[in-house]
């Protein structure tokens, strides 16, 4: 029996996300007035939210990547995480705001925080599109959530299954049919 995967509904339209990208931006301009900023997107999911709320800081900011894998199933994460392509940049002092797809169990921004503190940043912030708070197993609520979504396997608007869909422009989830 082989599986189908099958994207469900619609739950984020591209100009939802854009709306709240602003709104966010905007509130991101406010809290950090006079400072300068290094926005640290997680490779891969995070790319098309960063590229929608970096539009909207009106302040001094630098953009930067890191790319953290925490071991599993390829739809859960386990309590292991390993950075596989670090920050290029000095944070000692700065302020970083970490750009994130989705915080599930939050194991992968607990560890990625603690990794950044060892460099002493001024402060570390995350901003993320989605929160999946009934998942969660760590302590951490993210300071800027783009929306809170149900217990479902999210992909689109940069977040994958097999590395697939990414590229939707809106946030679907995926619903597994068997096709006989
Ligand atoms: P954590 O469980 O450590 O909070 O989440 C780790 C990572 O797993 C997220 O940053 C994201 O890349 C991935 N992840 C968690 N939940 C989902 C989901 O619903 N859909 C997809 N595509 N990835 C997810
Ligand atoms: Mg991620
Ligand atoms: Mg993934």
Same mark, same amino acid.
């Given at each position: 029996m082989a599986v189908k995967d099958t994207i469900g509904k619609v739950l984020f339209t591209e100009k939802d996300i854009q709306k709240r990208a602003k709104e966010l931006g905007k509130v991101i301009?406010?809290?950090?007035?006079? !400072? !300068?900023?290094?926005? +640290?997107?997680? +490779? &891969?999911?995070?790319i098309m939210w960063m590229s929608e709320v970096m539009k909207y800081i009106e302040l001094d900011t630098k953009i930067d990547f890191v790319?953290? $894998?925490?071991? =599993?199933?390829? @739809?859960?994460?386990s309590g292991v995480v390993k950075i596989? &392509? #670090?920050?290029?940049? #000095?944070?000692?002092?700065?302020?970083v705001l970490i750009i994130e797809d989705i915080v #599930? @169990?939050?194991? @992968?921004l607990r560890y990625l925080k603690e990794y950044l503190s060892d460099?002493? *940043? &001024? $402060?570390?912030?995350?901003?993320?599109?989605?929160?999946? *708070? $009934?998942?969660?197993?760590e302590k951490l609520t993210p300071d800027y959530? =783009? %929306?809170?979504? !149900? #217990? +479902? %396997?999210?992909?689109?608007?940069?977040?994958?299954?097999?590395?697939k869909y990414r590229n939707l422009p809106y946030i679907s989830y995926l619903e597994a049919t068997d096709i006989k």
């Open positions: 301009t406010k809290d950090y007035a006079g !400072e !300068e900023l290094i926005l +640290l997107g997680t +490779l &891969k999911g995070a790319s953290a $894998s925490s071991y =599993g199933s390829s @739809t859960s994460s596989t &392509k #670090d920050i290029g940049m #000095d944070i000692y002092n700065k302020n #599930d @169990t939050g194991y @992968t460099r002493n *940043p &001024k $402060s570390v912030r995350i901003c993320t599109m989605l929160d999946k *708070p $009934s998942r969660r197993k959530i =783009g %929306f809170e979504v !149900e #217990d +479902l %396997f999210i992909v689109g608007y940069g977040l994958d299954y097999d590395q």
